[in-house]
Protein backbone atom coordinates (compact mmCIF):
# COMPACT_ATOMS: atom_id res chain seq x y z
CA UNK A 1 0.00 0.00 0.00
CA UNK A 2 0.48 3.39 -0.32
CA UNK A 3 2.11 5.23 2.62
CA UNK A 4 2.98 8.25 2.18
CA UNK A 5 3.27 10.84 -1.44
CA UNK A 6 5.50 13.76 -1.32
CA UNK A 7 5.25 16.54 -4.32
CA UNK A 8 7.84 18.99 -5.25
CA UNK A 9 7.66 21.77 -7.44
CA UNK A 10 4.87 20.03 -9.71
CA UNK A 11 2.97 22.15 -12.43
CA UNK A 12 0.66 23.86 -9.71
CA UNK A 13 1.71 22.13 -6.89
CA UNK A 14 4.85 23.70 -4.74
CA UNK A 15 5.16 21.14 -2.04
CA UNK A 16 3.02 18.83 -0.32
CA UNK A 17 2.91 16.00 1.33
CA UNK A 18 0.31 13.09 1.96
CA UNK A 19 -0.09 10.44 4.39
CA UNK A 20 -2.36 7.56 3.44
CA UNK A 21 -4.29 5.15 5.71
CA UNK A 22 -5.16 1.02 5.07
CA UNK A 23 -8.68 0.99 3.59
CA UNK A 24 -10.70 3.30 1.51
CA UNK A 25 -9.65 7.19 0.88
CA UNK A 26 -11.52 9.67 -1.38
CA UNK A 27 -10.14 12.72 -2.64
CA UNK A 28 -12.65 15.49 -3.35
CA UNK A 29 -12.14 19.39 -4.54
CA UNK A 30 -13.84 21.48 -6.77
CA UNK A 31 -13.24 21.45 -10.55
CA UNK A 32 -9.52 22.61 -12.08
CA UNK A 33 -8.37 22.78 -8.01
CA UNK A 34 -5.43 20.37 -8.92
CA UNK A 35 -7.00 16.69 -8.59
CA UNK A 36 -5.81 15.08 -12.27
CA UNK A 37 -2.06 16.97 -11.55
CA UNK A 38 -1.87 15.29 -8.66
CA UNK A 39 -2.69 11.63 -10.60
CA UNK A 40 -0.28 13.06 -12.93
CA UNK A 41 2.69 13.47 -10.08
CA UNK A 42 1.51 9.75 -9.72
CA UNK A 43 1.72 8.66 -12.95
CA UNK A 44 5.43 10.28 -13.05
CA UNK A 45 6.71 7.45 -10.35
CA UNK A 46 5.05 4.66 -12.81
CA UNK A 47 7.33 5.45 -15.31
CA UNK A 48 4.90 7.75 -17.73
CA UNK A 49 6.53 10.60 -19.87
CA UNK A 50 7.16 13.69 -18.33
CA UNK A 51 9.29 17.04 -19.86
CA UNK A 52 10.43 20.25 -17.84
CA UNK A 53 6.87 21.96 -19.10
CA UNK A 54 5.71 20.11 -15.51
CA UNK A 55 8.60 22.37 -13.64
CA UNK A 56 6.59 25.05 -11.62
CA UNK A 57 9.40 26.93 -10.91
CA UNK A 58 12.24 26.81 -13.75
CA UNK A 59 14.79 27.57 -10.94
CA UNK A 60 15.30 23.80 -9.33
CA UNK A 61 14.35 20.91 -9.81
CA UNK A 62 10.58 18.90 -9.70
CA UNK A 63 10.74 15.94 -7.57
CA UNK A 64 7.58 12.70 -6.69
CA UNK A 65 8.69 10.50 -3.97
CA UNK A 66 6.15 7.69 -3.36
CA UNK A 67 6.77 5.36 -0.58
CA UNK A 68 5.30 1.90 -0.06
CA UNK A 69 5.02 -1.03 2.28
CA UNK A 70 5.27 -3.77 0.69
CA UNK A 71 5.74 -6.59 3.28
CA UNK A 72 2.43 -8.56 1.74
CA UNK A 73 3.37 -9.05 -1.92
CA UNK A 74 6.28 -11.37 -2.35
CA UNK A 75 9.15 -9.08 -3.72
CA UNK A 76 12.16 -9.93 -2.72
CA UNK A 77 12.97 -12.21 -5.62
CA UNK A 78 12.25 -9.32 -8.09
CA UNK A 79 14.56 -7.20 -5.99
CA UNK A 80 17.10 -9.55 -5.91
CA UNK A 81 16.75 -10.32 -9.70
CA UNK A 82 17.38 -6.51 -10.28
CA UNK A 83 20.08 -6.19 -7.85
CA UNK A 84 18.31 -3.75 -6.12
CA UNK A 85 17.78 -3.60 -1.61
CA UNK A 86 14.88 -5.30 -1.15
CA UNK A 87 13.36 -3.34 2.47
CA UNK A 88 9.20 -3.48 3.69
CA UNK A 89 8.77 0.03 2.74
CA UNK A 90 10.03 0.96 -0.65
CA UNK A 91 10.83 4.54 -1.58
CA UNK A 92 10.47 5.21 -5.65
CA UNK A 93 11.32 9.11 -6.51
CA UNK A 94 11.36 10.88 -10.23
CA UNK A 95 13.12 13.59 -10.29
CA UNK A 96 12.79 16.02 -13.58
CA UNK A 97 15.85 18.53 -13.93
CA UNK A 98 15.09 21.75 -15.63
CA UNK A 99 16.47 21.04 -18.95
CA UNK A 100 13.77 18.45 -19.05
CA UNK A 101 15.97 15.21 -18.23
CA UNK A 102 14.68 12.69 -16.06
CA UNK A 103 16.13 10.12 -13.19
CA UNK A 104 14.47 7.01 -11.45
CA UNK A 105 15.24 5.92 -8.07
CA UNK A 106 14.08 3.14 -6.13
CA UNK A 107 14.96 2.94 -2.45
CA UNK A 108 17.77 5.72 -3.64
CA UNK A 109 19.07 3.45 -6.51
CA UNK A 110 19.07 4.94 -9.90
CA UNK A 111 17.29 2.73 -12.04
CA UNK A 112 15.94 3.08 -15.87
CA UNK A 113 12.27 3.88 -17.05
CA UNK A 114 11.16 0.56 -17.97
CA UNK A 115 12.19 -0.75 -14.44
CA UNK A 116 10.34 1.74 -12.93
CA UNK A 117 7.28 0.68 -15.07
CA UNK A 118 7.92 -2.73 -14.18
CA UNK A 119 7.52 -1.83 -10.33
CA UNK A 120 4.64 0.15 -10.74
CA UNK A 121 2.86 -2.51 -12.49
CA UNK A 122 3.24 -4.65 -9.06
CA UNK A 123 1.67 -2.04 -6.90
CA UNK A 124 -1.05 0.85 -8.25
CA UNK A 125 -3.43 0.24 -11.17
CA UNK A 126 -5.18 3.44 -12.34
CA UNK A 127 -8.06 3.57 -13.60
CA UNK A 128 -9.31 6.73 -15.78
CA UNK A 129 -12.33 7.29 -17.79
CA UNK A 130 -9.75 7.07 -21.01
CA UNK A 131 -9.18 3.59 -19.54
CA UNK A 132 -13.18 2.71 -20.16
CA UNK A 133 -12.70 2.81 -23.57
CA UNK A 134 -9.86 -0.01 -22.92
CA UNK A 135 -12.76 -2.40 -21.91
CA UNK A 136 -14.02 -2.45 -25.50
CA UNK A 137 -10.46 -4.10 -26.74
CA UNK A 138 -10.19 -7.85 -27.23
CA UNK A 139 -6.77 -7.87 -25.76
CA UNK A 140 -7.90 -5.96 -22.61
CA UNK A 141 -11.00 -8.35 -22.20
CA UNK A 142 -8.57 -11.48 -22.64
CA UNK A 143 -6.22 -10.10 -19.73
CA UNK A 144 -9.23 -9.85 -17.39
CA UNK A 145 -10.46 -13.19 -18.32
CA UNK A 146 -7.14 -14.34 -17.48
CA UNK A 147 -6.54 -12.55 -14.48
CA UNK A 148 -9.79 -13.70 -13.09
CA UNK A 149 -8.95 -17.67 -13.59
CA UNK A 150 -5.26 -17.49 -12.72
CA UNK A 151 -3.92 -18.33 -15.70
CA UNK A 152 -0.27 -16.01 -15.06
CA UNK A 153 1.45 -19.16 -14.54
CA UNK A 154 0.77 -21.04 -17.77
CA UNK A 155 0.67 -17.91 -19.56
CA UNK A 156 4.32 -17.10 -18.81
CA UNK A 157 5.51 -20.76 -20.33
CA UNK A 158 2.99 -20.12 -23.53
CA UNK A 159 4.60 -16.56 -23.67
CA UNK A 160 8.42 -18.17 -23.67
CA UNK A 161 7.54 -20.83 -26.19
CA UNK A 162 5.73 -17.93 -28.04
CA UNK A 163 8.54 -16.08 -28.66
CA UNK A 164 10.93 -18.82 -29.33
CA UNK A 165 8.07 -19.81 -32.31
CA UNK A 166 7.82 -16.80 -33.57
CA UNK A 167 11.50 -15.91 -34.09
CA UNK A 168 12.11 -18.97 -35.51
CA UNK A 169 9.28 -18.77 -37.83
CA UNK A 170 10.77 -15.53 -39.01
CA UNK A 171 14.25 -17.38 -39.45
CA UNK A 172 12.83 -20.44 -41.31
CA UNK A 173 11.29 -18.04 -43.56
CA UNK A 174 14.15 -15.78 -44.31
CA UNK A 175 16.41 -18.98 -44.53
CA UNK A 176 13.75 -20.41 -47.40
CA UNK A 177 13.68 -17.47 -49.37
CA UNK A 178 17.16 -16.92 -49.36
CA UNK A 179 17.25 -20.70 -50.58
CA UNK A 180 15.45 -19.48 -53.49
CA UNK A 181 16.74 -16.69 -54.30
CA UNK A 182 19.97 -18.72 -54.22
CA UNK A 183 18.63 -21.29 -56.19
CA UNK A 184 17.61 -19.35 -59.52
CA UNK A 185 21.13 -17.29 -59.34
CA UNK A 186 22.76 -20.71 -58.58
CA UNK A 187 23.91 -21.61 -62.32
CA UNK A 188 25.45 -17.78 -62.14
CA UNK A 189 26.81 -17.43 -58.96
CA UNK A 190 29.05 -21.28 -60.68
CA UNK A 191 29.63 -19.66 -63.93
CA UNK A 192 31.28 -16.59 -61.62
CA UNK A 193 33.09 -18.97 -59.43
CA UNK A 194 34.36 -20.83 -61.91
CA UNK A 195 35.59 -17.91 -64.27
CA UNK A 196 37.39 -16.72 -61.01
CA UNK A 197 38.87 -20.02 -59.63
CA UNK A 198 40.34 -21.21 -62.81
CA UNK A 199 41.88 -17.39 -63.25
CA UNK A 200 44.17 -18.96 -60.48
CA UNK A 201 44.58 -15.30 -59.13
CA UNK A 202 47.79 -14.67 -56.66
CA UNK A 203 47.60 -11.14 -54.67
CA UNK A 204 50.25 -9.00 -56.34
CA UNK A 205 50.71 -10.82 -59.82
CA UNK A 206 49.01 -7.95 -61.68
CA UNK A 207 51.84 -5.28 -61.12
CA UNK A 208 54.78 -7.96 -61.55
CA UNK A 209 53.45 -8.24 -64.64
CA UNK A 210 53.05 -5.12 -65.47
CA UNK A 211 56.65 -4.54 -64.54
CA UNK A 212 57.96 -7.28 -66.59
CA UNK A 213 55.92 -5.93 -69.47
CA UNK A 214 57.56 -2.61 -69.37
CA UNK A 215 60.80 -3.98 -68.94
CA UNK A 216 60.32 -6.45 -72.09
CA UNK A 217 58.61 -3.95 -74.11
CA UNK A 218 61.44 -1.01 -73.46
CA UNK A 219 64.71 -4.18 -73.42
CA UNK A 220 66.37 -1.90 -76.57
CA UNK A 221 66.23 1.43 -74.75
CA UNK A 222 67.33 -0.23 -71.34
CA UNK A 223 70.29 -2.88 -73.20
CA UNK A 224 71.79 0.59 -74.52
CA UNK A 225 71.23 2.19 -71.49
CA UNK A 226 72.98 -0.14 -69.32
CA UNK A 227 75.40 -0.61 -71.55
CA UNK A 228 76.85 3.23 -71.74
CA UNK A 229 76.60 3.02 -67.72
CA UNK A 230 79.52 0.31 -68.03
CA UNK A 231 81.14 1.70 -70.67
CA UNK A 232 81.49 5.15 -69.43
CA UNK A 233 82.05 3.97 -65.97
CA UNK A 234 84.69 1.23 -66.73
CA UNK A 235 85.65 0.41 -70.08
CA UNK A 236 86.47 3.69 -71.97
CA UNK A 237 90.00 5.30 -72.13
CA UNK A 238 88.96 8.06 -70.14
CA UNK A 239 86.30 6.56 -68.14
CA UNK A 240 85.16 7.15 -64.24
CA UNK A 241 87.02 4.54 -62.55
CA UNK A 242 90.64 5.37 -64.77
CA UNK A 243 90.28 9.01 -63.76
CA UNK A 244 89.74 8.68 -60.11
CA UNK A 245 92.07 6.25 -60.33
CA UNK A 246 94.98 8.99 -61.03
CA UNK A 247 93.02 10.91 -58.36
CA UNK A 248 93.80 8.60 -55.69
CA UNK A 249 97.63 8.02 -57.18
CA UNK A 250 98.02 11.84 -56.62
CA UNK A 251 96.75 11.90 -53.00
CA UNK A 252 98.67 8.95 -52.32
CA UNK A 253 102.26 11.06 -53.40
CA UNK A 254 101.07 13.76 -50.70
CA UNK A 255 100.09 11.18 -47.86
CA UNK A 256 103.18 11.35 -45.90
CA UNK A 257 103.27 15.23 -45.90
CA UNK A 258 99.30 15.72 -45.04
CA UNK A 259 97.51 13.24 -42.85
CA UNK A 260 94.18 14.06 -44.37
CA UNK A 261 95.26 12.58 -47.68
CA UNK A 262 95.12 9.00 -46.33
CA UNK A 263 91.32 9.71 -45.23
CA UNK A 264 90.75 10.57 -48.81
CA UNK A 265 92.15 8.15 -50.46
CA UNK A 266 90.86 5.66 -48.22
CA UNK A 267 86.79 7.22 -49.17
CA UNK A 268 88.49 6.74 -53.03
CA UNK A 269 88.99 3.16 -52.47
CA UNK A 270 85.42 2.62 -51.72
CA UNK A 271 84.30 4.63 -54.05
CA UNK A 272 86.29 2.98 -57.12
CA UNK A 273 85.26 -0.83 -55.96
CA UNK A 274 81.43 0.69 -55.58
CA UNK A 275 81.27 2.10 -59.46
CA UNK A 276 83.46 -1.29 -60.15
CA UNK A 277 80.43 -3.53 -59.04
CA UNK A 278 78.06 -1.24 -60.24
CA UNK A 279 79.55 -1.37 -63.99
CA UNK A 280 79.58 -5.40 -63.79
CA UNK A 281 76.30 -5.29 -62.53
CA UNK A 282 75.11 -3.38 -65.11
CA UNK A 283 77.04 -5.60 -67.60
CA UNK A 284 75.22 -8.77 -66.18
CA UNK A 285 71.77 -7.10 -66.11
CA UNK A 286 72.32 -5.83 -70.26
CA UNK A 287 72.89 -9.23 -70.67
CA UNK A 288 70.00 -10.90 -69.51
CA UNK A 289 67.75 -8.30 -71.09
CA UNK A 290 66.27 -9.64 -74.29
CA UNK A 291 63.56 -8.58 -76.42
CA UNK A 292 61.25 -11.84 -76.03
CA UNK A 293 57.77 -11.01 -78.30
CA UNK A 294 56.65 -14.57 -77.37
CA UNK A 295 56.67 -13.31 -73.54
CA UNK A 296 55.18 -10.91 -74.12
CA UNK A 297 52.44 -11.68 -75.94
CA UNK A 298 52.19 -13.93 -73.07
CA UNK A 299 51.94 -11.39 -70.67
CA UNK A 300 49.46 -9.40 -72.33
CA UNK A 301 47.01 -12.42 -72.68
CA UNK A 302 47.37 -12.59 -68.91
CA UNK A 303 47.01 -9.15 -68.52
CA UNK A 304 44.06 -8.75 -70.64
CA UNK A 305 41.95 -11.53 -68.47
CA UNK A 306 43.01 -9.95 -65.09
CA UNK A 307 42.00 -6.29 -66.73
CA UNK A 308 38.29 -8.15 -67.56
CA UNK A 309 37.90 -9.27 -64.20
CA UNK A 310 38.47 -6.13 -62.35
CA UNK A 311 36.54 -4.57 -64.91
CA UNK A 312 33.36 -7.08 -64.72
CA UNK A 313 33.24 -6.93 -61.03
CA UNK A 314 34.11 -2.99 -60.77
CA UNK A 315 37.34 -3.62 -58.38
CA UNK A 316 40.50 -2.03 -58.23
CA UNK A 317 43.08 -4.98 -57.65
CA UNK A 318 43.29 -8.85 -57.77
CA UNK A 319 43.37 -9.33 -53.87
CA UNK A 320 39.52 -7.53 -54.10
CA UNK A 321 38.48 -10.63 -56.55
CA UNK A 322 40.27 -13.10 -54.54
CA UNK A 323 37.96 -11.85 -51.68
CA UNK A 324 34.93 -11.75 -54.44
CA UNK A 325 35.64 -15.49 -55.16
CA UNK A 326 35.61 -15.90 -51.58
CA UNK A 327 32.61 -14.56 -50.83
CA UNK A 328 30.87 -16.26 -54.50
CA UNK A 329 32.44 -19.66 -52.65
CA UNK A 330 30.42 -18.74 -49.33
CA UNK A 331 27.21 -18.48 -51.29
CA UNK A 332 27.87 -21.79 -53.20
CA UNK A 333 28.56 -23.57 -49.97
CA UNK A 334 25.54 -22.24 -48.14
CA UNK A 335 22.99 -23.09 -50.92
CA UNK A 336 25.03 -26.93 -50.55
CA UNK A 337 23.82 -26.69 -46.81
CA UNK A 338 20.93 -24.68 -46.83
CA UNK A 339 18.56 -27.08 -47.10
CA UNK A 340 19.69 -29.29 -44.08
CA UNK A 341 19.51 -26.24 -42.08
CA UNK A 342 15.72 -25.56 -43.08
CA UNK A 343 15.06 -29.48 -42.30
CA UNK A 344 16.69 -28.69 -38.86
CA UNK A 345 15.05 -25.44 -38.33
CA UNK A 346 11.39 -27.18 -39.29
CA UNK A 347 11.84 -30.15 -36.86
CA UNK A 348 12.65 -27.53 -34.19
CA UNK A 349 9.29 -25.57 -35.27
CA UNK A 350 7.21 -28.77 -35.23
CA UNK A 351 8.79 -29.30 -31.32
CA UNK A 352 7.71 -26.10 -30.22
CA UNK A 353 4.23 -25.87 -32.28
CA UNK A 354 2.92 -28.94 -30.79
CA UNK A 355 4.25 -27.68 -27.34
CA UNK A 356 2.33 -24.70 -28.04
CA UNK A 357 -0.46 -26.35 -28.83
CA UNK A 358 -0.78 -28.40 -25.59
CA UNK A 359 -0.37 -25.03 -23.77
CA UNK A 360 -2.95 -23.26 -25.79
CA UNK A 361 -5.40 -26.05 -25.25
CA UNK A 362 -4.44 -25.92 -21.63
CA UNK A 363 -5.41 -22.08 -21.41
CA UNK A 364 -8.31 -22.47 -23.25
CA UNK A 365 -9.50 -25.09 -20.99
CA UNK A 366 -9.12 -22.62 -17.94
CA UNK A 367 -10.95 -19.97 -19.67
CA UNK A 368 -13.68 -22.01 -20.32
CA UNK A 369 -13.75 -23.67 -16.86
CA UNK A 370 -13.67 -19.72 -15.74
CA UNK A 371 -16.35 -18.19 -18.07
CA UNK A 372 -19.50 -19.35 -16.64
CA UNK A 373 -18.68 -17.94 -13.32
CA UNK A 374 -17.27 -14.56 -14.31
CA UNK A 375 -20.68 -14.20 -16.45
CA UNK A 376 -22.80 -14.88 -13.15
CA UNK A 377 -20.68 -12.32 -10.87
CA UNK A 378 -20.82 -9.99 -12.99
CA UNK A 379 -24.09 -9.69 -13.87
CA UNK A 380 -25.34 -10.20 -10.03
CA UNK A 381 -22.80 -7.12 -9.50
CA UNK A 382 -24.61 -5.33 -13.07
CA UNK A 383 -27.98 -5.67 -11.40
CA UNK A 384 -26.79 -4.52 -7.80
CA UNK A 385 -25.49 -1.28 -10.02
CA UNK A 386 -28.86 -0.43 -11.42
CA UNK A 387 -28.94 -2.06 -14.26
CA UNK A 388 -31.95 -4.23 -13.93
CA UNK A 389 -31.97 -6.81 -16.75
CA UNK A 390 -28.01 -6.74 -17.60
CA UNK A 391 -26.96 -9.71 -19.30
CA UNK A 392 -23.05 -10.21 -19.74
CA UNK A 393 -21.76 -13.19 -21.88
CA UNK A 394 -18.37 -14.10 -22.47
CA UNK A 395 -17.89 -15.44 -25.86
CA UNK A 396 -14.59 -17.60 -26.41
CA UNK A 397 -13.72 -19.02 -29.92
CA UNK A 398 -11.56 -20.49 -30.56
CA UNK A 399 -8.72 -19.65 -33.57
CA UNK A 400 -6.89 -21.40 -35.77
CA UNK A 401 -3.40 -19.58 -35.71
CA UNK A 402 -1.19 -18.63 -32.06
CA UNK A 403 -1.82 -14.95 -30.75
CA UNK A 404 0.48 -13.84 -27.72
CA UNK A 405 -1.87 -15.04 -24.88
CA UNK A 406 -3.10 -18.50 -26.41
CA UNK A 407 -5.75 -19.44 -29.56
CA UNK A 408 -8.65 -17.94 -28.36
CA UNK A 409 -10.84 -14.93 -29.71
CA UNK A 410 -12.38 -13.29 -26.24
CA UNK A 411 -15.24 -11.41 -26.64
CA UNK A 412 -17.70 -9.62 -23.51
CA UNK A 413 -21.07 -9.35 -24.53
CA UNK A 414 -23.50 -6.93 -22.79
CA UNK A 415 -27.27 -5.83 -23.22
CA UNK A 416 -28.17 -3.17 -20.51
CA UNK A 417 -32.57 -4.13 -21.67
CA UNK A 418 -34.92 -6.80 -20.88
CA UNK A 419 -34.83 -9.26 -24.31
CA UNK A 420 -31.95 -6.77 -25.90
CA UNK A 421 -29.24 -9.25 -27.70
CA UNK A 422 -25.83 -8.91 -26.18
CA UNK A 423 -23.27 -6.85 -28.03
CA UNK A 424 -20.19 -5.85 -28.12
CA UNK A 425 -19.57 -3.03 -24.63
CA UNK A 426 -17.93 -0.57 -26.63
CA UNK A 427 -20.82 -0.42 -28.98
CA UNK A 428 -24.25 -1.13 -26.60
CA UNK A 429 -22.93 0.27 -23.41
CA UNK A 430 -23.45 4.05 -22.78
CA UNK A 431 -20.72 6.00 -20.54
CA UNK A 432 -22.09 5.30 -17.32
CA UNK A 433 -23.05 1.72 -18.44
CA UNK A 434 -19.54 1.13 -19.79
CA UNK A 435 -18.25 2.58 -16.15
CA UNK A 436 -20.26 0.37 -14.42
CA UNK A 437 -18.97 -2.53 -16.12
CA UNK A 438 -15.53 -1.29 -15.34
CA UNK A 439 -16.44 -1.06 -11.96
CA UNK A 440 -17.87 -4.47 -11.61
CA UNK A 441 -14.54 -5.95 -13.65
CA UNK A 442 -12.54 -3.81 -11.16
CA UNK A 443 -14.55 -5.62 -8.12
CA UNK A 444 -14.40 -9.44 -9.82
CA UNK A 445 -10.67 -9.00 -9.99
CA UNK A 446 -9.91 -7.50 -6.94
CA UNK A 447 -10.44 -11.51 -5.47
CA UNK A 448 -8.22 -12.92 -7.61
CA UNK A 449 -5.30 -10.34 -8.31
CA UNK A 450 -3.11 -9.29 -5.72
CA UNK A 451 -2.40 -5.77 -6.33
CA UNK A 452 -1.86 -3.54 -3.54
CA UNK A 453 -3.32 0.11 -4.67
CA UNK A 454 -6.07 0.55 -7.31
CA UNK A 455 -7.11 4.55 -7.54
CA UNK A 456 -10.17 5.22 -9.47
CA UNK A 457 -10.26 8.36 -11.38
CA UNK A 458 -14.06 10.12 -11.42
CA UNK A 459 -15.01 7.05 -12.38
CA UNK A 460 -18.99 7.52 -10.94
CA UNK A 461 -19.17 10.32 -13.77
CA UNK A 462 -22.76 10.19 -14.55
CA UNK A 463 -24.31 8.45 -11.85
CA UNK A 464 -26.00 9.58 -8.61
CA UNK A 465 -28.69 8.25 -6.44
CA UNK A 466 -28.98 4.45 -5.42
CA UNK A 467 -26.15 3.35 -7.91
CA UNK A 468 -23.74 6.02 -6.67
CA UNK A 469 -24.61 4.13 -3.02
CA UNK A 470 -23.92 0.74 -4.18
CA UNK A 471 -20.45 1.85 -6.11
CA UNK A 472 -19.90 3.33 -2.73
CA UNK A 473 -20.07 0.06 -1.13
CA UNK A 474 -18.20 -1.83 -4.07
CA UNK A 475 -15.47 0.29 -3.40
CA UNK A 476 -15.55 0.37 0.64
CA UNK A 477 -15.79 -4.07 0.25
CA UNK A 478 -12.57 -3.42 -2.20
CA UNK A 479 -10.95 -1.88 0.31
CA UNK A 480 -10.92 -4.77 2.65
CA UNK A 481 -8.51 -6.34 0.47
CA UNK A 482 -6.78 -3.49 -1.19
CA UNK A 483 -6.21 0.42 -0.76
CA UNK A 484 -8.50 2.16 -2.83
CA UNK A 485 -8.05 5.70 -3.66
CA UNK A 486 -11.28 6.98 -5.63
CA UNK A 487 -11.08 10.76 -7.31
CA UNK A 488 -14.91 11.73 -6.57
CA UNK A 489 -17.71 14.63 -7.13
CA UNK A 490 -20.29 12.36 -5.76
CA UNK A 491 -21.14 12.66 -1.90
CA UNK A 492 -22.43 9.17 -1.37
CA UNK A 493 -18.83 8.04 -2.41
CA UNK A 494 -16.98 10.83 -0.86
CA UNK A 495 -18.76 9.58 2.37
CA UNK A 496 -17.68 5.78 2.39
CA UNK A 497 -14.13 6.83 2.66
CA UNK A 498 -12.57 6.34 5.78
CA UNK A 499 -9.81 9.02 4.91
CA UNK A 500 -10.53 12.34 3.30
CA UNK A 501 -8.42 14.32 1.56
CA UNK A 502 -9.76 18.17 -0.34
CA UNK A 503 -7.99 19.81 -3.17
CA UNK A 504 -7.74 23.02 -3.13
CA UNK A 505 -6.28 26.42 -4.76
CA UNK A 506 -4.76 29.04 -2.91
CA UNK A 507 -2.98 32.70 -3.37
CA UNK A 508 0.14 33.16 -2.26
CA UNK A 509 2.65 36.60 -2.44
CA UNK A 510 3.54 35.00 -5.58
CA UNK A 511 0.75 32.76 -7.49
CA UNK A 512 -1.84 30.65 -7.43
CA UNK A 513 -1.10 27.01 -6.37
CA UNK A 514 -2.69 23.90 -5.72
CA UNK A 515 -2.79 22.27 -2.27
CA UNK A 516 -4.20 19.26 -0.48
CA UNK A 517 -5.21 18.27 2.70
CA UNK A 518 -6.77 15.82 5.42
CA UNK A 519 -10.31 16.64 6.88
CA UNK A 520 -11.70 15.84 10.37
CA UNK A 521 -14.76 14.98 10.74
CA UNK A 522 -16.74 18.46 11.28
CA UNK A 523 -14.55 19.32 8.01
CA UNK A 524 -15.98 16.28 6.05
CA UNK A 525 -19.63 17.60 7.19
CA UNK A 526 -19.10 20.93 5.65
CA UNK A 527 -17.12 19.65 2.50
CA UNK A 528 -20.10 16.57 1.86
CA UNK A 529 -22.79 19.10 2.28
CA UNK A 530 -21.02 21.36 0.04
CA UNK A 531 -21.25 18.27 -2.79
CA UNK A 532 -24.93 18.09 -2.17
CA UNK A 533 -26.28 21.75 -2.13
CA UNK A 534 -23.27 23.83 -4.20
CA UNK A 535 -21.76 26.49 -2.61
CA UNK A 536 -24.48 27.97 -0.04
CA UNK A 537 -24.49 25.22 2.37
CA UNK A 538 -27.73 24.41 3.40
CA UNK A 539 -28.83 23.01 6.96
CA UNK A 540 -30.57 20.38 5.14
CA UNK A 541 -27.46 19.60 2.92
CA UNK A 542 -25.23 19.22 6.78
CA UNK A 543 -28.27 17.04 7.76
CA UNK A 544 -28.10 14.94 5.15
CA UNK A 545 -24.24 15.21 4.86
CA UNK A 546 -24.29 14.00 8.54
CA UNK A 547 -26.74 10.86 7.40
CA UNK A 548 -24.95 9.58 5.14
CA UNK A 549 -21.71 9.64 7.11
CA UNK A 550 -23.30 7.78 9.29
Not at 168 to 178: A, F, G, P
Not at 244 to 265: C, Q
Not at 310 to 317: A, C, D, G, N, T
Amino acid sequence: MIEKIDISNYALIDQTEVILEKGFSVITGETGAGKSILLGAIGLTLGQRADASVIRDKSRKCVVEIEYNVSRYCLQEWFEEHDLDYTECVAVRREITTEGKSRCFINDTPVNNKLLKEFGNFMIDIHSQHQSLLVGKPEYQTEILDAFCGNAALLSRYNALYQKYRRWSVELQELKSRAADIEKEGDYLRFQFNQLDKAHLKNGEKEELEQELSLLTNAESIKSALANVTWNLRDTEHSVTEILKGVRNVLAGVEHSMHEAEEYRQRLDSVLIELNDLADEAERKAEGVEYNAGRIEEINGRLNVIYDLLFKYKVESVAELTVEREQLRTKLDRMEGGNEEIERMEKQLKEVTGQLKGLAAEIHRVRAGAVGKLCEEMKHLLMELGIRHAEFVVDLLPLEHFTPCGCDDVRFLFAANKNQQPGEIAKVASGGEISRVMLALKYVLSGTKQLPVIVFDEIDTGLSGEVAHKMAEIMREMAGRMQVISISHLPQIAAAGNCHFKVYKEDNSEATVSRIRKLESGERVREIAGMISGKEITPAALEAAESLLA
